[in-house]
């Protein structure tokens, strides 16, 4: 049960006469301080401003009328005019109990399930994958994974850059630079290759290697038998890679519908936009002017050629047409805002606005000299030695603080934490900011880290272990929750809260309130178990039901965790 929803909803029917319910409701927020109760309703004093009455009185009326049985009594009335609201010990209780033979934690089936197309990862293929596809892919795949466990219809789209110039590059690096035994031996590190080779020339200022790329690049766009058969070669390879990544990070998609797949339809769009009077010709190329913007999106460029927004123009009427999707996400580097500005215009004009585009930006990772980030020897982070660096890292931190493990548990523990300190550093910041890329920061075993949610997983679990207590048998005995110490009702809340956490989280597209919920969860765990024996509680009805306390936590941070994409560990 979604608490803050049901809340909202009963302060909406007891809006006072003259306000507006959505808004009166929407002013319901989690309380910041426990002593002002579990949540407050904040309408009052601005409704009470407009309509001329005073809050306080206002707030009495509206504290009589609202009903928010069963969850709690009457609100309180406050300072200025807030209400506060205290869920009640025994709703608590019966709740928590309730949850423990619920295995999907109190969430339920949405009113009206969505269909949300979530374009994530979508590298640029033969190119090789480097440190800031892991936001796309990381973010992507969280937001994946919290629609799905709200139970909404996700698609999950890999938009590969598989058409575009740095094809060109590789086929021009290709006819003049191959190395067919490196080929032979290593076929995207080969690529990769000539792709650097390319580019640097290029970077240098040899316009004759560009021009030869953009040759090859039109070429292979136009058919030509030799270009296309290299292209048919390659691909496998950097998907085969890719899937590799993809594999080791836990990421599955849906499809993986690429540029080049709507290539056969570009010449379509650019006709029927033309043909509706919304792309024009202008300097030899044709656009779109789009209100408010100081470029127009270019559809076709002078030489002809279709480019980055005509594939995504073709990829918004696919989508509409397979899927009839609400939400299309875009999980796409800040710098890409005023492409997709424009093209979101363009699409609605072109009659698809039906669907909810929208632009999930995120900010650049950069080292710890605030410039973006660099492996040592100045490389631009390959996302695959980055991985095994974390992994490597991650090992000396275990090595560290669990010698009793054997290596090959060791081994296994590294794995698990290095990669989820990644994901977990990446997802904890507000998306929109730039992150600074540190080792120690993120794999302390203290903070607002995977490794410790991770660590205090593992915890709970041998509690269990040590109790010689299966959490089934708890589950099936049902114990009354006890709360009548403030550590145990905290906890309790704050377990009956994840619902709630995860609309707000898909509502704003955010992982790092997830990320929040989590480290609040783990430290109300902390208090609460340095303040509550559990093993030596003073009944065995207490012990039970503090063990009951213990399993649903774990089970919520193992499922918040999985939602991140990161895995737990028993021990550590
Ligand atoms: N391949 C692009 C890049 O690496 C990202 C594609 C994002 N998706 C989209 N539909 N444009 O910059």
Known sequence: MNIIETLRQAFAAAT?????????????????????????????????????????????????????????????????????????????????????????????????????????????VAKPMHVGHVRSTVIGESLARIFTALGHEVIRDNHLGDWGSQFGMILWGWKNHRDEAAFAADPVGELARLYRLAQSKIQAGATEVEEAARVETAKLHEGDPENRALWERFMPHCLAALRGVYDRLGVAFDVQLGESFYDPSLADVVQDLEVKGIAVPSEGATVVFVEGMKAPLIVRKQDGAFNYA????ATIQYREETWHPDEVLYVVDHRQGDHFKALFAVARRWGYGRADLEHVAFGTILGRD??????????????ESLLDEAVAEARKVVDANSPDLDPEQRGRVAEVVGLGAIKYADLSQNRLSDYV???????????????????????????????????????????????????????????????????????????????????DLANKFSTFFEECPVLKAESADRRDSRLALCDLTARTMKLGLQLLGIDVIDRM
């Open 16 to 124: 006072p006469e003259g306000g507006e319910p959505a808004a009166f409701a929407a002013a319901v927020r989690p309380s910041t301080d426990p002593k002002f109760g579990d949540y407050q309703a904040n309408g009052c004093m601005g409704l009470a401003k407009a309509l001329k009455k005073d809050p306080r009185e206002l707030a009495r009326v509206v504290a009589a009328a609202v009903d928010l049985a069963p969850l709690a009594g009457p609100p309180e009335v406050a300072g200025p005019g807030f209400l506060n609201v205290r869920l009640r010990d025994d709703w608590v209780a019966a709740a928590l109990r309730d949850l423990l033979g619920d295995e999907r934690l109190g969430l339920i089936p949405p009113e009206r399930r969505k269909t949300v197309v979530i374009d994530y990862s979508s590298p640029n």
């Open 310 to 313: 005509t594939t995504d123009l």
């Open 370 to 383: 605030r410039k973006p980030f660099k492996t040592r020897d100045g490389d631009v982070v390959g996302l």
């Open 437 to 519: 890329f540190d080792w120690d920061k993120m794999l302390a075993m203290n903070g607002n880290t995977g490794a410790y949610l991770q660590y205090a997983y593992a915890r709970i679990r041998s509690i269990f272990r040590k109790g010689d207590v299966t959490p089934e048998s708890v589950r099936d005995r049902r114990p009354a929750i006890a709360l009548s110490h403030p550590a145990e009702r905290a906890l309790g809340v704050q377990v009956l809260r994840l619902p709630e956490t995860l609309e707000l989280a898909a509502g704003e597209l955010k992982p790092n309130i997830l990320t929040d919920y989590l480290f």
